[in-house]
């Protein structure tokens, strides 16, 4: 929403994505800090205040986003971070999660803020992902 409706560098209240979003302002504002920390977002007080992107849409990618506010994308703990589970070292579906991780991170890569704005992107990839499961059901 701020980068839909932020362009031109004018920034864009909570109050007003709240409202179209229909997401109260209460769970949006939680989620700029994080942003604010690595310098995703960048924030204005006072009356005319909010938020507006420190770089152009097409140029943060939706893993910077979820991994800004939620960490490093990893189905399993112990991708990130083998001491976590035992059996880490002579599991033999740990490759197996490691790829689909892989998989995981490189689509979110490929997004962009920019991209997630064009509504024909929508349309598109629901044209791709019904014909995988076409594919699969076959």
Do not use: M, W
Not at 11 to 30: K, Q
Not at 98 to 103: A, F, S, T
């Amino acid at each position: 929403d701020i980068a839909r409706n932020g362009e031109g560098g004018h920034p864009v209240s909570l109050a007003d994505v709240a409202e179209r979003t229909d997401l109260s302002r209460g769970y949006l504002e939680p989620l700029t800090a994080p942003l604010r920390t690595q310098h995703l977002l960048k924030g204005f007080p006072g009356k005319q205040g909010g938020y507006r992107l420190t770089r152009p849409a097409d140029s943060i990618t939706l893993r910077q986003i979820i991994e800004a506010a939620i960490g490093p994308v990893a189905i399993l703990d112990c991708l990130e971070d083998s001491t976590t589970c035992l059996r880490a070292g002579d599991c033999e579906c740990r490759v197996v999660y490691g790829l689909i991780n892989e998989e995981i991170r490189g689509v979110l890569e490929a997004f962009t803020l920019e991209d997630l704005k064009d509504p024909r992107l929508k349309g598109e990839l629901e044209g791709k992902l019904e014909a995988r499961r076409r594919e699969a059901r076959h």
